[in-house]
């Protein structure tokens, strides 16, 4: 009888045993009780059995985890592709942005893509909506904005004295400060010479032609250490005048322009200013002050460019400051355009090294007009139609190439995504048809534009910037 309860107290102890092991390494209790009783002795846990980390994650976060992965845009994640003038002129470049060659590039499409996935057996309007807009953003390019080309107007009537800013009215001296950007990404190449180089050779150019009497200088920053965070502190403090202000000397300036290469940080604020520091002894009452900034970069010193741009505009000197963004990708030219709008100043975007030198021709013709109004000469208005429908026509050209180019890059996305089989050739047929829809509206905007530009040509310049604001800021609409 003693013996009975003895192993009636081992079975108990046994059977907890097993249940509190099988507890831990299965969480399947019930299945344990039958091991207990048919098979006390495989109590071991074998090899299979043993738990990993994957299969200890609870079966609802695989769930979140596979949603994730899965998870698509939908048409509120993408805007509409714009078809008016301020929203083309406010579009900035997508990442295949005048794109040589689309064919070229089927592996960053395919990545790009990753966010989709293929078009759905039977595509609903909204469906071939939104893949006709992440198309169209991808490819999108950048169109040069018509209120640069009324701002340039204004500063081509520079010394008018009907012109309500005074500081575009003539001064008995003329002041014109160049700041360059020579951070590391200045020694990109820019079509067989660096960034750098074509801008020294641009700048060397504009200011050899300006008249003696005017005092010019040349301001550099970032030339100084590397792009390293070691050397940022060293670098974003390397803010120097290496001439001026004094008359244009050419040995001088060579040699100036010999003292520094592009190397490390953008410290654009901070270099602003400096400018206002220097330009202190030139009050606007008595002085024209010009300010050209060439970058091809966004700040990265950690300071506000576009804050110090508008403090330096209402400054004692009010100084024009036209910005010159030479190859710079969609954020740079975003703050850069941002600093030219809140000082009053023009952003104009250059690609080569002619249209750098094309800038800096309008602010040669400007100091130009300021020696024949020294000299008592008048302004020829009927030189200044002739250029500003010039202007007009460059406008309608650009807009036309890039409204061209853009679709362009878009038909050839269209076969490459076929061959990705993210798209089939019938609903490709359905986006083409979206495309040149799309199209023909923003050719009539572009036409439009032109029109526009004619009627404003021939009204004053405050009528122009209020026809301007009237019609850009909600559309062209007749």
Request: charged share 30%; proline share 5%.
């Amino acid at each position: 009888m003693k013996s009975k309860w003895i192993y009636a107290y081992l079975g108990m102890i046994l059977l907890i045993l097993l249940v509190a092991c099988d507890d831990k390494e299965t969480n399947k209790p019930e299945e344990t009780k039958e091991e207990e009783v048919t098979a006390p002795e495989e109590v071991e846990v074998k090899p299979e059995e043993e738990p990993d980390e994957e299969s200890q994650i609870p079966e609802e976060d695989e769930e979140d985890q596979e949603d994730q992965t899965t998870q698509k845009l939908t048409l509120h994640d993408v805007p509409p592709v714009p078809t008016d003038v301020e929203g083309l002129a406010r579009q900035t470049p997508g990442p295949f942005a005048a794109a040589k060659n689309i064919y070229d590039l089927e592996a960053e499409i395919a990545e790009e893509f990753k966010v989709l996935g293929p078009m759905s057996d039977n595509p609903t309007p909204e469906e071939y909506e939104l893949y006709f807009r992440y198309m169209y953003w991808l490819v999108a390019e950048d169109y040069i904005n018509p209120e640069d080309t009324i701002k340039k107007w204004e500063f081509a009537s520079f010394g008018n004295p009907d012109l309500p800013d005074a500081k575009f009215h003539f001064k008995e001296n003329y002041n014109v400060e160049i700041i360059l950007d020579a951070s590391g990404s200045m020694a990109a190449d820019a079509g067989g010479k660096t960034r750098m180089e074509l801008a020294k050779e641009a700048i060397q150019e504009f200011l050899a032609n300006v008249p003696e009497e005017a005092h010019v200088s040349l301001r550099v920053y970032g030339h100084k250490g590397t792009g390293a965070d070691s050397d940022k502190e060293l670098s974003c403090g390397a803010i120097e005048q290496v001439y001026g202000f004094s008359s244009y000397n050419d040995q001088e300036f060579q040699k100036a322009l010999n003292q520094f290469q592009p190397s490390g940080w953008t410290p654009i604020a901070d270099a602003l200013k400096e400018s206002e520091k220097a330009l202190k002894p030139f009050d606007a009452e008595n002085n024209t002050n010009l300010i050209y900034l060439v970058s091809d970069g966004i700040e990265t010193c950690d300071g506000d460019p576009v804050a110090v741009a508008k403090s330096l505009a209402d400054s004692h000197a009010k100084p024009i400051i036209n910005i010159i963004g030479f190859q710079t990708d969609a954020e740079a030219q975003r703050q850069l355009e941002e600093m030219a709008e809140v000082s009053g100043g023009i952003f104009a975007s250059a690609k080569n090294k002619d249209e750098l030198e094309a800038e800096f021709a309008r602010a040669e013709e400007v100091l130009e007009a300021w020696q024949e109004w020294k000299d008592d000469a008048l302004s020829d208005v009927d030189a200044m139609r002739v250029d500003q429908s010039f202007d007009i026509m460059h406008v309608h050209n650009e807009w036309s190439f890039t409204t061209l180019g853009t679709s362009n890059n878009m038909a050839s996305l269209e076969y490459v995504l076929e061959e990705l089989d993210i798209l089939t050739y019938n609903q490709i047929d359905e986006i083409r048809k979206l495309r040149r829809q799309t199209f023909d509206e923003i050719d009539y905007t572009v036409d439009e534009l032109e029109r526009t530009l004619e009627e404003i040509s021939k009204q004053t310049i405050e009528e122009a910037k209020r026809t301007i604001e009237e019609r850009f800021e909600s559309g062209v609409e007749e």
